[in-house]
């Protein structure tokens, strides 16, 4: 296992949801299916160290998120001031809960990464082949997708192709890639500044979000690095990401295969199930991804 490269994850709880647990399961696969060592960055390293005693044999790092100076130790670090944020967490198309979401910690990805070149994953993703393999083989130093395929697939006009009807091309920033380099360190100090002046950039690219989310702070610094214009910054990792809304159900993981219960568009309460093998899933519904793991 070459230790100059790894997969990092942000896993910060919330009342209901156990992103550890996630996280875990993400690092799992990610041994199995890329070779590579996964680093944990949470808010909760008490909980981890507490709920799942062998997370030594899991993580390559974990890295605890603090707020007080006097609690920081080689393995924390100091977290900025974030804004208090909420949203509906649905659990398919009929249950949702209005719960806090800590989504602000991502522009430390570079600071914090403990490898040379870094393999960024949400929580919600189930790996289940090996093509990110090779965004280490290839010459670009960032990838972050600008395409993924929804399923069920909705016609979304542009909302999943630029950041609002008059701005800036939309860049997901659930899967990104990077290696150390002084341009991606600018980089990422430009997503930081975007975050902390958060409603100034809100204004400007006239997205009018209630809340701060990491696709839009990624999306304008790349629309900066590039000129302000669109450009060749940032490309695409390999292979192809799909994704589900947090109304469409997780009802089971096999090996690389998993069934999903998509949602009917135009029968609420009703799914279509398919299953896919061999693909590389970002599962929004939080919940039905936690029973899924509960059953391994």
């Known amino acids: 296992m070459n230790r100059n490269r790894g997969v990092l994850v942000f896993a910060r709880n919330n009342s209901q949801i156990d992103y550890i647990k996630q996280a875990?399961?993400?690092?799992?696969?990610?041994?199995?299916?890329?070779?590579?060592p996964t680093t944990v960055v949470t808010d909760s390293v008490s909980f981890l160290k507490t709920e799942y005693p062998d997370w030594q044999d899991v993580f390559d790092n974990v890295i605890g998120l603090v707020w007080d100076s006097q609690k920081l130790d080689e393995n924390s670090v100091l977290c900025p001031k974030e804004l208090?944020?909420?949203?509906k967490f649905w659990d398919g198309a009929?249950?949702?809960?209005?719960?806090?979401?800590k989504n602000q910690s991502r522009a430390l990805a570079y600071e914090l990464s403990p490898y040379e070149e870094t393999l960024v994953l949400d929580t919600d993703i189930v790996i289940s082949n090996s093509n990110w393999l090779k965004c280490f083989e290839q010459t670009n130093n960032l990838l972050l997708y600008r395409?993924?395929?929804?399923?069920?697939?909705?016609?979304?006009?542009?909302?999943?192709?630029?950041?609002?009807?008059t701005s800036v091309d939309f860049y997901w920033a659930t899967v990104i890639f990077f290696r150390k380099s002084q341009e991606n360190k600018c980089f990422f100090d430009l997503v930081h500044h975007i975050q902390e002046n958060w409603q100034h950039y809100n204004n400007i690219f006239q997205i009018n979000s209630p809340y701060f989310r990491n696709d839009y702070a990624f999306s304008i610094a790349i629309h900066?690095?590039?000129g302000y214009q669109s450009g060749d910054f940032a490309k695409?990792?390999?292979?192809?990401?799909?994704?589900?809304?947090?109304?469409?159900?997780?009802w089971e993981i096999k090996d690389d295969s998993v069934l999903v219960l998509l949602e009917k568009p135009l029968y609420t309460g009703e799914y279509t199930p398919i299953r896919l093998e061999n693909s590389n899933f970002h599962f929004m519904n939080k919940f039905s991804l936690n029973r899924c793991i509960d059953e391994l």
């Open 236 to 250: 695409s990792p390999p292979g192809t990401l799909y994704f589900s809304s947090d109304k469409c159900v997780l």
């Open 24 to 36: 875990r399961f993400v690092a799992e696969r990610a041994r199995k299916y890329l070779d590579l």
């Open 94 to 101: 009929l249950v949702n809960k209005q719960l806090e979401w």
């Open 147 to 165: 395409d993924c395929i929804e399923l069920p697939n909705i016609d979304r006009g542009d909302d999943l192709k630029r950041i609002s009807d």
């Open 84 to 87: 208090a944020s909420q949203k």
């Open 224 to 226: 900066i690095m590039n």
